[in-house]
Structure formats: structure tokens, C-alpha cells
């Protein structure tokens, strides 16, 4: 069982930056795929970027290459997300995800994942 506490969000202006957090309870962190997902209000859930469980790996959705960085700290039981240039677009609630791979292999997928936060509200005024 795994925990997944999101922080960090709020309100900022186009071209700012906001870094989210997402604390892990339990002792096999390490173990875990972990994704970020943002659903924006009228749409479904859709994948961000997953880093892997040792942290080697990552992948992006196109729309935030180049803005947006994941990063993982396995002895805080911590991922991170560092968000910058945002625009009104990335306006959603963003929510945390792990997902017990047992492999190399990450998914960009939801429905892959086990765990999820509650979510933290990002908006970006234009």
C-alpha cells in the first residue's frame, strides 16, 4: 500500500514556474514507477511524465518538452515536478501516480497505475 500526498500547487502567471511535490508513504518507494497526470475541468485525465523507479528514465508528453522536468529523491520518498514557461493550457488539477512495474518498462497509460494523490490545483492566468 502506498500513500501519495501532492504539494505545491497555485495560481501564477503565464511564463512563471511552480515546482510540485509528491510525498510517498511505505518503505518500498524505490520500487515504484511514478507518473504525473492533470485533468482540466470538462476533460479526462491525461499523462504528463512518468520517471521510472531508478530514476534513469523518463518520458513527456509532447505539449510540456522542454518546459516541465520529473525528478525523484528515493531517500525522501519524494518525486518532483519542476514546471516552467507554463501557459493557460496547463491549467488542471495534477495528481501524482505510482504504478508497481517490476520492470524497465514505463506506461504512459492511467489505467497502469495503482496508487494515486488526491491532486494539487495549478492555474495559470494568461
Known amino acids: 500500500q502506498v500513500q501519495l500526498v501532492e504539494s505545491g500547487g497555485g495560481f501564477v502567471q503565464a511564463g512563471g514556474s511552480l515546482r510540485l511535490s509528491c510525498a510517498a508513504s511505505g518503505r518500498t518507494f524505490s520500487s515504484y514507477d511514478m507518473g504525473w497526470f492533470r485533468q482540466a475541468p470538462g476533460k479526462e485525465r491525461e499523462f504528463v511524465v512518468v520517471i521510472n523507479r531508478r530514476g534513469f528514465r523518463t518520458y513527456y508528453t509532447d505539449s510540456v518538452k522542454g518546459r516541465f522536468t520529473i525528478s525523484r529523491d528515493n531517500a525522501k520518498n519524494t518525486v518532483y515536478l519542476q514546471m516552467n514557461n507554463l501557459k493557460s493550457e496547463d491549467t488542471a488539477v495534477y495528481y501524482c501516480?505510482?504504478?508497481?512495474?517490476?520492470?524497465?518498462?514505463?506506461?504512459?497509460?492511467?489505467?497502469?497505475?495503482?496508487?494515486w494523490g488526491q491532486g494539487t490545483q495549478v492555474t495559470v492566468s494568461s
Open positions: 501516480a505510482a504504478r508497481d512495474s517490476g520492470s524497465d518498462y514505463i506506461s504512459a497509460n492511467r489505467n497502469d497505475y495503482d496508487y
